[in-house]
């Protein structure tokens, strides 16, 4: 009944994602921490799907982190925001795809208040032209680039070569899904299964053969609060919400976490490390941590990327025990290498945490 | 208050306390954003200039995690954000410690932006002060460059790609925008605020930063 029940609220979010033709748009956070994800992305998309997505160097941050640092006025964000779109127009596009959740949210919250006040779109069509002579326009349809892997994950499941499975006992991998709270809590009905029972993640899950954990404080925020992160002595506001999913997901003995929030990876792998090294306590098996993962390196793993181009290397909790499990061969000598095998050392080694 | 924000955040609210309980902000700090929604919409200025001057607006982490949840649709998130907005406008901003934190977030930040093109940007994001970025990010920072080329990445270089320069005429166009719609000024105010307060302490621009970073007193947490 309560599956049913979950069915019936994932049926009323279906969202309308095109298959084709997008202006792709890159993150802050995604790509200072993991920019082999966004190659990845573009990789997979352009390269094994064959589909048209359009990058420009000319498009900037959206400000997001900066907005909801309170360190920049709103209608400064949506004018960026007008200019990133008016590139897309420039460009020929009208499907708009973004790498940040931080800035999908803001798109949407910001699309959202110029359709009730047209005056203030209006100004803001005005902003842009005065400071940039571009021609305003509205993305036709706007999804995170999670959607678009979402769209395709039955055509990755196809390609894979590796399941999220156990290969020692044939069992689906645990995997909590972490979604950002920027994907759809503002805005259910622009996320795929809105904001209770999001979709995005379980489905590709689900398609490459895991099974997902459900836990107490499943859509608890990760804790990142930007100003409460950005500041030292705000931090520990950021450490106790990771803490505190953790906690709540430990019982269930996840073996991997996927995120789709580019920030969210960073602080549920580095809180991870911050706790094992402060009280010497360990949510992985054997003094390991919990292989934290962005859904770009998941769909790569499962089509048999390289583990160390998709960039686990700089993850603090080692991601071997995973690779193990699914049965992806690696090389510990090749890890820490540089491009063409350049030695360029390795980081020290945690005292804790494996 | 004009703020499009409130105007979109507030309806009706009937105290019922959800936001607080599902708030990370209220299981770390001493806050409570039932209240604060609850003064505004009573709109008594006093009550309202005391919020302006607290802590207590500066707790929200800004997660909207308040909204999908709130029976009547409200966004306590978004109503603290015009207040912050407020509050910086009016100068409040600089009579609460976790207030007088804009300054640091104005500057470090907006010069990401303005210079770089990006709001977080590796060469800027330092191990000294992100020790929690782990041993691993110690290793990046050292190699960025043999890094990024590894992993495909395009580090401050021509064309498209993760990290790339952006080019000046790109940077000059978000100046403009800054400059035509408010940012600039407010940037201008929280700094001179920022230094005024630095001088009234004795202590130099670099001093008051790093105070700013560290610092925190106790009354602010829940336990
Ligand atoms: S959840 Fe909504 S109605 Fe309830 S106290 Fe908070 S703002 Fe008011
Ligand atoms: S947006 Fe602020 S008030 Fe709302 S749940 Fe998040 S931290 Fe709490």
């Known amino acids: 009944m309560i599956y049913e029940g979950k069915q019936k609220i994932w049926a009323d979010y279906q969202k309308e994602i095109p298959e084709d033709h997008y202006f792709y748009v890159r993150s802050c956070i995604r790509q200072s921490f993991f920019p082999a994800s966004e190659v990845t992305f573009l990789d997979i998309t352009r390269n094994k799907l064959g589909k048209d997505i359009f990058e420009t160097e000319h498009h900037t941050t959206c400000g997001g982190i900066a907005y909801h640092s309170d360190a920049i006025p709103q209608e400064t964000a949506m004018t960026i925001i007008a200019r990133q779109f008016a590139l897309m127009k420039k460009y020929g596009y009208e499907n708009y795809v973004c790498s940040c959740i931080t800035s999908f949210g803001l798109y949407c919250e910001t699309m959202e208040t110029w359709r009730e006040y047209p005056e203030l779109q209006e100004k803001i069509a005005d902003n842009l032209w005065k400071s940039c002579h571009l021609e305003f326009a509205k993305p036709k349809f706007l999804v995170h680039a999670s959607d678009l892997i979402f769209k395709y994950r039955n055509q990755i499941a196809a390609k894979s070569k590796y399941k999220l499975v156990n290969v020692k006992t044939g069992e689906p991998l645990r995997v909590v899904e972490h979604i950002g709270c920027h994907y759809s809590k503002m805005f259910p009905s622009k996320g795929v299964g809105g904001a209770e029972y999001p979709y995005v993640l379980v489905g590709m899950v689900e398609a490459w053969g895991g099974q997902i954990i459900d836990y107490p404080e499943r859509r608890h925020c990760c804790g990142f609060g930007f100003r409460q992160y950005m500041i030292q002595s705000n931090r520990g506001y950021s450490l106790s919400n990771t803490h505190k999913k953790f906690e709540s997901m430990e019982p269930f003995k996840p073996d991997m976490i996927i995120t789709n929030c580019p920030g969210c ?7 991870q490390y911050v706790i094992a090294e402060t009280e010497g306590k360990t949510y992985g098996e054997n003094g390991h941590g919990i292989p934290v993962f962005t859904y770009e390196e998941v769909a790569g793993l499962v089509m048999g990327y390289d583990p160390w181009d998709l960039g686990l290397q700089t993850h603090q909790v080692g991601v071997e025990p995973l690779l193990d499990k699914m049965g992806i061969p690696y090389d510990p000598a090749k890890k820490y290498l540089g491009k063409n095998g350049k030695n360029i050392g390795e980081p020290e080694k945690p005292h804790c945490l494996k | 208050m004009q703020d ?35 003064i505004v919409q009573h709109q008594d200025d006093a009550q309202i200039e005391e919020l302006l001057k607290s802590d207590t607006i500066w ?18 998130g978004l109503i603290i954000m015009a207040l912050r907005s407020l509050s910086i406008q009016t100068g409040f901003f600089m009579e609460s410690e976790k207030g007088r934190q804009m300054y640091l977030l104005c500057k470090d930040l907006n010069s990401n932006i303005l210079n770089y093109g990006y709001c977080v940007y590796p060469r800027t994001f330092k191990y000294k002060e992100h020790q929690e970025a782990g041993v691993v990010w110690k290793w990046e920072e050292e190699h960025l460059d043999d890094i990024f080329e590894r992993l495909g990445g395009n580090l401050d270089g021509e064309g498209a790609g993760a990290m790339r320069k952006i080019p000046q005429k790109d940077l000059d166009e978000l100046k403009k925008i800054y400059d035509i719609t408010g940012a600039t ?21 670099e001093e008051y930063a790093k105070k700013l970073y560290t610092e925190s007193s106790n009354k602010h947490f829940n336990h």
């Not at chain 2, 909204?67 to 306590?76: E, G, L, Q």
């Not at chain 2, 000024?185 to 630095?198: H, I, P, S, T, Y």
């Open chain 2, 4 to 38: 499009y924000r409130i105007k979109e955040g507030l309806n009706a609210c009937i105290n019922c306390g959800t936001c607080t309980a599902i708030c990370p902000a209220a299981e770390f700090y001493r806050y409570d954003p039932r209240r604060i929604v609850d």
């Open chain 2, 185 to 205: 000024q407010m940037l201008e105010n929280v700094r001179a605020a920022g230094l005024k307060k630095a001088e009234e302490l004795g202590l130099t621009e």
């Open chain 1, 265 to 271: 990876p960073y602080f549920l792998d580095r809180w």
């Open chain 2, 59 to 76: 707790y929200c982490g800004e997660c909207l995690s308040c909204v999908t949840r709130c029976p009547r649709k409200n966004a306590a």
